[in-house]
T-cell receptor, first 113, second 114 residues
């Protein structure tokens, strides 16, 4: 069966420090991969999605970047964190048209201090 | 504009009672509608998914309905348990592209009291 791993679960980072959140998927090939941010009381906001290795699409301009060095690995990064980058970050994967297998990771709570 | 609206924003019920959560959407062209349960500090977990041709789908004590004509969906929870306390998110996918874009509601925060 397919599983998605996301880490770390929680992270406290100072302003100006770098960021690297990692997400890996097991049990499937060539998944679509996504990074979302969820602010308190708000809906999920799509940040990046990838349909293949090295293919990254950005949904909103921001201080973050994403990379997909391997088929089932998706990384969210920042060179210098801002206070506004604090939030709950979710990785997700799907396969095929219609995204029937849309599954979320367990999330990372990022607090920038 | 493609939107997903959920109501109520929050709901408190007593353990053992039933409740119904609502979702209205304007997403077009419609592909499918999902309900997710999200526990505090965790990722959303899928409860049901329905396509245009399906008007009801059950998963244990959870039953989702879909009226594609009026663009409304509901999630009915039967005999609620304390563990049902969570945020319930309605998500609608379009079929305007191969990737199928998802539109998220803001969720209904359900609290079940003993």
């Amino acid at each position: 069966s397919q599983t998605i791993h996301q880490w770390p679960a929680t992270l406290v980072q100072p302003v100006g420090s770098p960021l690297s959140l990692e997400c890996t998927v097991e049990g499937t090939s060539n998944p679509n991969l996504y990074w979302y941010r969820q602010a308190a009381g708000r809906g999920l906001q799509l940040l990046f999605y990838s349909v293949g290795i090295g293919q990254i699409s950005s949904e909103v301009p921001q201080n973050l970047s994403a990379s997909r060095p391997q088929d089932r690995q998706f990384i969210l990064s920042s060179k210098k964190l801002l206070l506004s980058d604090s939030g709950f970050y979710l990785c997700a994967w799907s396969v095929g048209p219609g995204n029937y297998g849309y599954t979320f990771g367990s999330g990372t709570r990022l607090t920038v201090v | 504009k493609n939107q997903v609206e959920q109501s109520p924003q929050s709901l408190i019920i007593l353990e053992g009672k039933n409740c119904t959560l609502q979702c209205n959407y304007t997403v077009s062209p419609f592909s499918n509608l999902r309900w997710y349960k999200q526990d505090t500090g965790r990722g959303p977990v899928s409860l049901t998914i329905m396509t245009f041709s399906e008007n009801t789908k059950s998963n244990g004590r959870y039953t989702a309905t879909l009226d594609a004509d009026t663009k409304q969906s509901s999630l009915h929870i039967t005999a609620s348990q304390l563990s049902d306390s969570a945020s319930y998110i309605c998500v609608v996918s379009d079929r305007g592209s191969t990737l199928g874009r998802l539109y998220f509601g803001r969720g209904t925060q359900l609290t079940v009291w003993p």
